[in-house]
Structures are given as structure tokens and as C-alpha cells.
């Protein structure tokens, strides 16, 4: 059955290509379609300001909620890893709940306890990003804790802790010199996921009104007929340069850590 | 397996302290993440909780869980609960055979990256760039539309929509595929060569193998993927508004509405609606991860 | 007529021969182990027997029938796999039973042959059991009654104990051949491991590098080796470079000391650099009579190993020789660094082909 590719297998292939790039030409087409210039949409839209303004105000939100989420779940998943076992399944759990709350409650929850004494965050801007990055980064609990915790796993977190405080190393350098690089690959996969979470995000973002892509995008959808094609093509584009590149960089470092000698 | 290793601090007690016990401090490692969690995940779902027993002007009531069964919501319910289980099982063998093509139909290795990178990028291209993909594709207006009906098929002629509930499975589909692939990857490269060949060696034909091995095997991973398929389209939103205009009834839909004060302002009613969404979610995050550990143990 | 020959097989990967001109006949009922290091296409051969691998030219005849192209599911030969490659989803029982559900047999006859089976690996009533409720010899166990209960023309073993604690691998080779005798199954072993190798076989292949190199009993194999790498391979050896003086008389010069070989030296002149081989086992501690060979040097190292004890002397400038006495804890032996004559029998030099590695090279192999 291992020969050069069964038929069957390039069929199935094949139509599941065409289901995924069909949408994708039909959006290109109509992109396209624009009078006198093809490529009018495009322009219009790379030179819109507030579509750069969007993109890059989601990109920095994003590295913010990644940062923010990464010091927050990397020692947390090694700590329950290495010293408190049994809290796993709750430390778990509590990460998976984000999958249960629909982003609206989220945000109306959200904006409902922050919009009052002792802590009103909604009333600034400065207050109101804090609250987008803080949601963002509860989102972003699922992806960010199954991907460290899965490459937690795959090194021998025990022995090369252990390893470490021999030669006397404290918990600080030990998290940021040993753990963090030995990580790289499931922080860099857990990061493009956050990142592509939050540039996409929609609803949360709205309603805190925030200037960010999501919001942007559905209201160009709403006006204008042909530049949300080009956005979205753009955007595909980019997230897709930005997986291949996920991919790319986690080519090298996929390398188990031998710690033990040889077995 | 785990190293038989006893932990250090259990043997090897420092001779200085005189009754050793394992220090119980060690949770308050945790503290930042639980205080991020209450502050920013726990609170407002209290909120929530606590809302949807208040009415209108803040009063306590059970009246919202009662109106659950009233008007339109059972229906919402059931339409939420179709769509997620059609495409979670459509979704899922689709994607499953995708996934077995790449990884054990022969195909070169170049695909099958490419295929996992394209997965990555399309199960998130959920929201209005998917809406808006697939009006342009089968819209009224759209291209494929029209190339049908040079074909002879009059796809809006014979009563369908992009905008109703086959259409939503449709375009559901574009993320549900992907997020198969991804899960079901691993589990299939799992799938060890040497039970094959030790099927095989027995005297077991493919189909055999496929019944009484692989099958079996992947079973809990396959359900697992299921499961979450299920959930992920319950819970989508974006999508189906900008495609319907929020007009169609589906439970996430309706959640908004109510919540926004579209309909009659009672956000009550909304809360208790996402309560009802919760439960089916939990319920379905639960069998998930009882499958995948199930899974893990086999494939170990 | 052998039950399995082998004839003119070949495998080549690419432009790469992972298998080259492998030729045997085994004989119904006889234990044969393809022993040689990582890589040597042991292991790739014993899946062409299996199907799992297609030769790229010669035949496979097992019992006058020709099945080189046959599918691997329709040959009739049981396979262990060094992994096990239980399966998970079922248990012992349904394991073991699997070949035989897979042919439709009624279930009677399978639950009977089940029965019997696992009372043949002694692990009667643990049916009910699951693979990852077991350890890794009874896993194996498991194996290899999978592979017996079709009742299977051949048995192939593709390292077996490769996974298992080395108390364990001493225990279940012990058990696999003795289950073997009793079958009188005909049986490919397969294992880089020469004591498993000389301790289990009828007879030994030894391969390297796609070639087979020597094919012979486990004693023919071990005291006369036909190439350097059988010699090294198998066993510990002492292979030292020599310079011939005489070859027709046998004579060599080893570090300056002369030594005589038992026969006369074909193939080499007089001044050429030869290896000579020598078991440690071989050599001793003493003068010896006359004519037998004599080295002369001080003492390096003294190992104890249990019940054997084992000194290095140096010979000249660089190399060592190793030999092997008998624990005796009444003997006293040498200090390090006093000079010491060791002597052993012409007989017990063997000349080989090609000169060693480097001059003076001391390997000491097979460990």
C-alpha cells in the first residue's frame, strides 16, 4: 500500500486541494475586478491608513498578549510539572475553560466588572488595551498550555532541573537559560496561534472599540465591495508566510534533549 | 515509561531538619496564574452565571431558565446542535481521509508539509475573510455560481442558499477540515508500522488490518477530534453573522442579540442562554480529554 | 533438499547494496542467527524472508515453493519484532488469536490453541491481560506465541531481546530455544549480540557491510575464523601486526619476538606486515614446554571479571596482548609493571588475510 502514492490517496488529495483553493481564486477574481486598474483593491487598501493603523495595532496587541501569556503559562506549566503533579488535571482544566465561554460573555463580563469602582479600566485607553491584552491572553491559555506542556514532555524536565541546581543555578536562571530555549519550538508554533488568534479576533475587540484588524475588516465588509476581497487575500497571505515560517524554524530544534547517558 | 526514579526530596532528607516533610508551599508557585485566571476568566463567568438569574431590572428569578424552552431558543438549540454535529462528522472523516493520504497513501513528503502549514492558516480562517471567500465563491453573484449554471445546474434556482443552514455547514467546513487534519496527524503517525506488518504477517489482508487494528486503535483519537470539531462549531460566531447578517438562528447568534439589546433588552435571557451553551461545551471539553487520555495510554 | 534456501538474494537501496549476494540453506528444524554489527543487512534480509522488503534480484524457496514475490500476508512465516508490536486495542488472548480469527477458524479451536499457547510462554490465565499491564519479557512472550499459533513454516526473530534487561535477555533465550526445540520449528535469529548468537544457534551467519562473511557452526565460527572481522567480531580477540621471516617455515616477529604459526604461511613474503590473531583464553601465565611460543613483557593491567582474570602485557613499544586466567584466588598474580614471559601453542595463532587496522593495533572486541 506504501508504493508511489496510491490513486486513491492523490484523489482524495486532490479534491480536498480544490475545496480549500477554490474560495480562495474566487476571492482573488473578484478582487480583481475592479475598473480600470486590476489591482485597484489592492492599492486602495495598502494605501488606506486604517489598514495599517489596524494591522499594526492587532501585531502589537498580539506580541503583548504572546509575552504576557508566555511568562505566565511557561513557568506555571514547569512548576506543575516538576513540583505539584497533582494539581495537573485542574491547572488543565482551568486552561481549557476559555474553549467553553463564548467571547461575548467574555467581554461583556469582562466590561461589566472593569467599568466600576475600585478598578475602572474601560474608562482609558491605556486602561481599556490592558483588558483586550488580558483577554487575548485568556484565549490564548488552550493553545499556549497544550503546546508547552506537550514540549515540557518531550525534555526531561526533572533531570535537567536537577542538573542545573547541581551546578548551582537559581529557579530564575534555570527558567530562562534551560527551559525557555529548550521550548523553542513549542513557543514559536504557541506564538504564531496566539498571534493569528488575536489579529483575527473580531468581537472582543469591538467592543471594547478598539482599533484593531478584526473590527476594521468587518467594517470595510460592510461598505466597500471589492477591498475586503484584497484584505483577506492579504491577510491569508501573511498568515500563511507566517506558518511556513513556524515550520521552518521548528525544523532544527526538534531535537529530544538527552540528559541521561546512553540508554 | 517514567524513569523508576524515586523523587529526590523524599529520599535524601538534609540531616539539619529533624522531621521531614514534603513542603507543602510549593502550590504558591501557582499563584500567578490562578489570580490571572479569577481576575480575568472567573470573574466575568461569575458574572454571567449570576446574571442569568436576574431579570430586566436586576431582580433574582429563575424565569430566564424557564423562557429557555419558549419561542425560538429550543430551536436555536437544535440548529446549532445539527450544524455542529454535521460538520463535525462530516468535517472529521473528510479531514481523517485527508490526512491518511499525506501521511500513509504515498504521497511525496512535500505535500504532506504543505498540507499541515495550509491546515494551520485555514482552521483559523474562520470569521468574515471565510464569509466573504465563500460569498464570492457561491454568492449569488459568485463565480462558481455562475460557471454552474453554464453547466446546466441552477444552483439558487433549486432552492439553495449560501445563507442558510447548508450554506453555513459549507463554509464550516473550510475550518473544520483543517483542525482534523491537525489533531489526527500525530495520532496517525502513531500508528506504528510494525502493527501492519505484524497484521499482516499473521496473515491479515489490508481491510482486515484497517478493521481489526488501525481502526480500533485510533478510535479514541478519532472520537476526541470529533468531540472537539463538535465543540469548535458550536461556538463559532463570526462567521455565521457575517454571512446570515445574524439572521440565522443559531444559538451563538442568538446569545449576541439578546446580549446587545437587539431584540428586547433582557440580557438575562442571554446569560442563561450561554449557560445552556456552556454546559454543552463543558460536557463536550470532558469526553474530549478522557478520550485523548485513553489514546495517549495506546499510543504510547 | 534444505526447507529454506536463499539463493543469489539482493537488495539494493538507491546505489547502495543493502544486501549482496546472500546464499544459505537451512535445514528443517535448525536454528540459524544472522549475527553481525548495525547496518549489515541482517536485518533487511530477514525481512525479505517475511515479505516486509522486496529482493531486487534472487529467489526465496521455503519447503520447494518459490515465494520471493508473495505478499507477506499469504507466506505462512511467523515474525517476533524487537518492539513486540502488540496489539494495543486488544488483549493477550485476541492477540495471540489474531492470525488464527484472521483465517476463520471457529472460535473453539482458536480459544484451545490460545490455551495452549499460553501455557507453552507459562503465562496460563493471564489472557484477560492487556499489553500495557505487561513487562517487557512477558510482552514478548506475547509475541511469540502470536507468531507460533498459526503454526507458521518458519519462525523469524528480528532482535528480540534488543528492549529487554540483561538478566531478562538471559532468562527468555534460554526459554525461546527450548520452546523451539520442542516445536522443532524452523528458526531465523537475528541480533548483534555474539553471546546470544554462539549460545542459541545451530549454525551462524555472520554478515557485514551486505556480505556475508562466514557461515558455521558457533564453535567453527568462534576458533577459526575465516576473515578479520569474524575474528573480531566474535568473541575477544588479540590482533596483533607481525612481520614475516620465514614463511614457509611459519615464522613471525612479533615487536622484535619470534614466533612460529602451526602451518606454513601462504599468500605473504618474506618482510611483509600480517595479522595474527589470538584468544585471550589461549595464552598463559607460565614458560610452557619447549617449542611453544613465548612473549615477554611487563605487566599493564589487572582486571578481575568474576572468573576469569585479565592481564595486559605490553610487548615492545606499544601494543598489548590480553589473556585470560581462571580465578584462582591461591594464585598470586604479577604486580603491575613486572616483566613477565607468557607462552601459548603454535595452534593457537591464526594468520589472518589482511594486516591489522593500524600496526600494533590491540583489539581487544566483542565486548
Known amino acids: ?263 | 515509561m517514567a524513569s523508576a526514579m524515586t523523587p529526590v526530596s523524599v529520599r535524601d532528607a538534609p540531616p539539619a531538619r529533624p522531621a521531614r516533610r514534603r513542603p507543602s508551599w510549593s502550590w504558591l508557585g501557582l499563584v500567578p496564574f490562578f489570580l490571572f485566571s479569577i481576575a480575568f476568566m472567573f470573574l466575568p463567568i461569575m458574572f454571567l452565571v449570576v446574571g442569568s438569574f436576574q431579570d430586566s431590572e436586576g431582580q433574582l428569578t429563575l424565569e430566564n431558565y424557564a423562557d429557555l424552552s419558549t419561542g425560538v431558543i429550543p430551536n436555536a438549540f437544535a440548529n446549532s446542535i445539527e450544524i455542529s454535529a454535521v460538520t463535525a462528522i462530516g468535517g472529521g472523516l473528510l479531514g481523517f481521509l485527508l490526512a491518511y493520504s499525506v501521511i500513509l497513501g504515498g504521497l511525496p513528503r512535500f505535500l504532506r508539509t504543505a498540507l499541515m502549514t495550509f491546515s494551520g492558516v485555514a482552521s483559523n480562517f474562520a470569521g468574515v475573510p471565510l464569509a466573504l471567500a465563500f460569498i464570492f465563491t457561491l454568492g449569488q453573484a459568485a463565480i462558481l455560481t455562475a460557471w454552474l449554471k453554464t453547466l446546466g445546474v441552477d444552483l439558487y434556482g433549486s432552492g439553495f442558499s449560501l445563507y442558510t443552514k447548508i450554506g453555513l455547514e459549507l463554509v464550516y467546513m473550510y475550518f473544520q477540515f483543517p483542525l482534523m487534519v491537525l489533531i489526527i496527524a500525530p495520532a496517525l503517525d502513531g500508528l506504528r508500522r510494525e502493527w501492519r506488518e505484524a497484521a499482516e504477517n499473521v496473515g491479515a489482508s489490508s481491510g482486515q488490518y484497517w478493521r481489526h487494528v488501525a481502526i480500533p486503535i485510533l478510535m479514541p483519537s478519532l472520537m476526541g477530534a470529533v468531540i472537539l470539531l463538535f465543540g469548535n462549531a458550536f461556538g463559532a460566531q463570526a462567521t455565521a453573522f457575517q454571512l446570515t447578517g445574524g439572521t440565522l438562528n443559531i444559538v451563538t447568534l442568538v446569545i449576541s442579540s439578546q446580549i446587545r439589546g437587539d431584540v428586547q433588552h433582557n440580557p438575562g435571557l442571554g446569560y442563561a442562554i450561554a449557560m445552556g451553551m456552556v454546559v454543552i461545551m463543558a460536557i463536550s471539553i470532558a469526553l474530549y480529554s478522557v478520550l485523548q487520555r485513553r489514546a495517549e495510554r495506546w499510543l504510547r | 533438499m534444505a526447507f529454506v534456501e536463499l539463493a543469489g538474494i539482493q537488495k539494493q537501496f538507491g546505489d547502495v547494496a543493502a544486501v549482496d549476494d546472500f546464499n544459505l540453506q537451512v535445514e528443517r528444524g535448525e536454528f540459524v542467527s544472522f549475527l553481525g554489527p548495525s547496518g549489515c543487512g541482517k536485518t533487511t534480509t530477514l525481512r525479505m524472508i517475511a515479505g516486509f522488503e522486496q529482493p531486487t534480484a534472487g529467489t526465496i524457496v521455503v519447503d520447494g515453493v518459490d515465494i520471493t514475490h508473495r505478499p507477506p500476508n499469504q507466506r505462512n512465516v511467523g515474525m517476533v519484532f524487537q518492539s513486540y508490536a502488540l496489539f494495543p486495542n486488544m488483549n493477550v488472548a485476541d492477540n495471540i488469536g489474531f492470525g488464527l480469527k484472521v483465517h476463520k477458524k471457529p472460535k473453539e479451536a482458536i480459544d484451545r490453541r490460545v490455551e495452549e499457547l499460553l501455557t507453552l510462554i507459562h503465562l496460563k490465565g493471564r489472557g484477560a491481560r492487556f499489553p500495557y499491564q505487561l513487562s517487557g519479557g512477558q510482552q514478548q512472550r506475547v509475541a511469540l506465541a502470536r507468531a507460533l499459533a498459526i503454526e507458521p513454516q518458519v519462525l523469524l526473530l528480528d532482535e528480540p531481546l534488543s528492549a529487554l534487561d540483561a538478566k531478562i535477555r538471559v532468562a527468555l533465550r534460554t526459554e525461546i530455544r527450548a520452546i523451539q526445540r520442542q516445536l522443532g520449528i524452523t528458526t531465523v535469529y537475528v541480533t548483534h549480540d555474539q553471546e546470544e548468537a554462539l549460545s542459541l544457534s545451530d549454525r551462524v551467519v555472520v554478515m557485514n557491510d551486505g556480505r556475508i562473511e562466514q557461515i558455521g557452526s558457533p564453535s567453527e565460527i568462534y576458533n577459526f575464523p575465516a576473515t578479520s572481522f569474524v575474528a573480531s567480531f566474535v568473541g575477544t580477540l588479540n590482533l596483533l601486526a607481525a612481520r614475516v621471516v620465514d614463511p614457509s617455515a611459519g615464522r613471525l616477529a612479533v615487536e622484535g619476538q619470534e614466533i612460529r604459526a602451526a602451518k606454513p604461511i601462504s599468500g605473504a613474503r618474506s618482510g611483509e606486515i600480517v595479522s595474527v590473531a589470538l584468544r585471550p583464553e589461549s595464552i598463559s601465565l607460565e614458560e610452557g614446554p619447549e617449542g611453544t611460543n613465548r612473549l615477554r613483557g611487563p605487566v599493564v593491567d589487572v582486571s578481575f571479571l568474576g572468573s576469569i582474570v585479565r592481564l595486559r602485557i605490553r610487548l615492545g613499544d606499544g601494543p598489548t596482548v590480553s589473556l585470560d586466567t581462571f580465578n584462582d584466588p591461591n594464585l598470586t598474580l604479577p604486580p603491575i609493571g613486572e616483566a613477565v614471559t607468557v607462552s601459548f601453542p603454535p595452534e593457537a595463532s591464526l594468520v589472518l588475510d589482511q594486516p591489522a587496522a593500524a600496526p600494533g593495533a590491540d583489539v581487544a572486541a566483542g565486548d
Not at chain 1, 490513486?7 to 482524495?12: G, K
Open chain 1, 1 to 263: 500500500m506504501r508504493g508511489r502514492g496510491s490513486l486513491w490517496a492523490w484523489m482524495i488529495f486532490g479534491l480536498g486541494a480544490a475545496y480549500f483553493i477554490v474560495p480562495l481564486i474566487a476571492t482573488f477574481e473578484f478582487s480583481i475586478r475592479t475598473k480600470p486598474d486590476m489591482f485597484l483593491a489592492y492599492r486602495q487598501v495598502l494605501a488606506d491608513p486604517k489598514f495599517g493603523d489596524g494591522l499594526w495595532y492587532s501585531f502589537i496587541v498580539g506580541v503583548l498578549t504572546i509575552v504576557v501569556s508566555l511568562l505566565i503559562i511557561v513557568p506555571t506549566a514547569y512548576w506543575v510539572r516538576l513540583k505539584v503533579p497533582r494539581l495537573r488535571p485542574i491547572v488543565e482544566f482551568v486552561t481549557l475553560m476559555p474553549f467553553v465561554i463564548p467571547p461575548i460573555i467574555l467581554v461583556f463580563g469582562l466590561i461589566r466588572i472593569y467599568s466600576r469602582q475600585p478598578l475602572v479600566l474601560t474608562a482609558t485607553d491605556i486602561g481599556s488595551n490592558v483588558l483586550l491584552v488580558a483577554a487575548y491572553v485568556v484565549l490564548s491559555f488552550p493553545y499556549m498550555y497544550r503546546a508547552v506542556d506537550t514540549g515540557l514532555a518531550a525534555i526531561d524536565v526533572r533531570t535537567l532541573t536537577e542538573a542545573a541546581q547541581s551546578l548551582g543555578a537559581g529557579w530564575a536562571r534555570i527558567i530562562l537559560r534551560l527551559i525557555f530555549p529548550n521550548l523553542r519550538t513549542a513557543l514559536i508554533s504557541g506564538a504564531f496561534l496566539t498571534l493569528a488568534i488575536v489579529v483575527g479576533e473580531y468581537t472582543i475587540a469591538n467592543f471594547l472599540a478598539r482599533p484593531a484588524f478584526g473590527p476594521y475588516l468587518s467594517l470595510l465588509g460592510q461598505n466597500q465591495p471589492f477591498q475586503p476581497a484584497a484584505v483577506s487575500l492579504i491577510s491569508f497571505g501573511l498568515t500563511w508566510l507566517a506558518m511556513g515560517m513556524i515550520t521552518f524554524l521548528g525544523r532544527g530544534a526538534r531535537t529530544r534533549v538527552q540528559v541521561a547517558g546512553a540508554r
